[in-house]
């Protein structure tokens, strides 16, 4: 559970360590009277509370829509009850230097949620970072100055920058073809970044080339054994031994055979073991 | 990536790969396990119709390349290196971890030398699948010809003799 709320707190990170006091809030609706970034930051804001407390309040609240009003409503009563979580993640980010870690995590966190702004809005607020050059640092000045918080909130909405759209838009599509490969390799967690997926990939894939190698070692020599010549009705034996194969293959897998890609189902002869 | 683990796709490879290897056991008698390992991979390659690099790259260039191995080109050193300032290379681009990777799997995969992170990805999926299959393949082959030589040793151990 503790897990749990420190991830969910960690996606409206950019936006809650924002605005820790209802005051601040206020301020921001005088300074920003825009319909257009509260709509956004609206939208985000419920998606990032999915499963939390505050659905009741969503709930309740949805008839008014994303009128200002409700939205200030809204993130109050939820910013009442993230401070406590909220000031430990401070705690937590003070401790983490590691910009790319920090990175990393909010970008897969950031993706495993559905709504692409999201991702955008972390990326964008990333970049600003990086353009200012600071490390980790600069997310707490953020959090004790929130009139310069301000401008980068702005800054953050408005994305109309053509580079960190096609920057999104790549790395949008690296990440969903990682995640393609987190299914068929085996071994790989969600919480892995880029470079361990990478390790296990190559480890994966040198694995499978060995066994390839290894097997046509085997099978030059199973067909020395083998009279072709005599072999007329190859196809129709290999057909029943396709089809008593694959009902084995099935048989295993039910009863709980966990494989690499279901080949260990396969290694029945004992040869197999130094793989 | 999906049509790598359908049945059918197994048994086309399975069928195309048993005749290539009778083809190979009628025309010369011995059979390398190298020779076999390439007529697996260009089986394969043919399987996979041409959609995918790594296939047009093993089917672009067989035929005993891979004792042709180039020598890798070694960075050039200067003997004054020891002399200039240290680069202090503190750069956020992608940093050099992923990139010594991503160049890694390059090597692996054929025909991906050149190859973006977004498509090496892509052709590593597809790649990784195909060589899944093949395993299963030749496991099953495998199993088919040693059940074969079970069944009956008396009379190819005498066909044996008179090889």
Known sequence: ?275 | MKRWTTKREHQIYSSKLFQALCRSRRTSSSTSAKELHQTADRVLAITAKGTTRWSRAILAAPLTAGTNMKKHKKAKVTVHTRLRKPVVNREKRKLPVVERKLRALRRLVPGCRKLSCNNLLEETSDYIAALEMQVRAMTAITEFLSRGEAQAPTDRLGSIGNM
């Open chain 1, 1 to 275: 559970m503790a897990d749990f709320s420190a991830q969910s707190y960690r996606q409206p990170f950019p936006f809650l360590d924002i605005d820790p006091t209802m005051e601040s809030l206020t301020q921001f609706a005088e300074l920003n009277p825009q319909s257009f970034i509260l709509d956004n930051s609206a939208f985000n804001f419920q998606t990032f509370f999915p499963l939390s407390i505050n659905d009741s309040l969503f709930s309740n609240q949805a008839s008014e829509g994303e009128t200002m009003s409700g939205f200030i409503h809204n993130s109050n009563q939820s910013s009442v009850s993230a401070q406590p979580i909220f000031s430990a993640k401070t705690e937590m980010e003070e401790i983490s230097n590691k910009r790319k870690a920090l990175d990393i995590s909010e970008s897969s966190s950031g993706n495993s949620s559905s709504t692409s702004p999201q991702v955008s809005e972390t990326g964008i607020k990333r970049r600003n970072n990086s353009g200012r050059g600071k490390r980790a640092k600069s997310n707490e000045k953020e959090m004790e100055k929130p009139k310069e918080v301000v401008h980068v909130r702005a800054r953050r909405g408005q994305a109309t920058d053509s580079h960190s759209l096609a920057e999104r838009v790549r790395r949008g599509k690296i990440n969903e073809r990682l995640r393609c490969l987190q299914d068929i390799v085996p071994g790989c967690y969600k919480t892995m970044g880029m470079a361990l997926m990478l390790d296990e990939i190559i480890n994966y894939v040198q694995s499978l080339q060995n066994q390839v190698e290894f097997l046509s070692m085997k099978l030059t020599a199973a067909s020395t054994y083998y009279d072709f010549n005599s072999e007329s009705d190859a196809m129709e034996r290999m057909q029943r031994e396709k089809a008593e194969e694959a009902k084995e293959l099935e048989r295993l897998m039910r009863e709980g055979y966990v494989g690499i890609g279901g080949v260990a189902c396969f290694h029945s002869s004992s040869t197999y073991g130094p793989l």
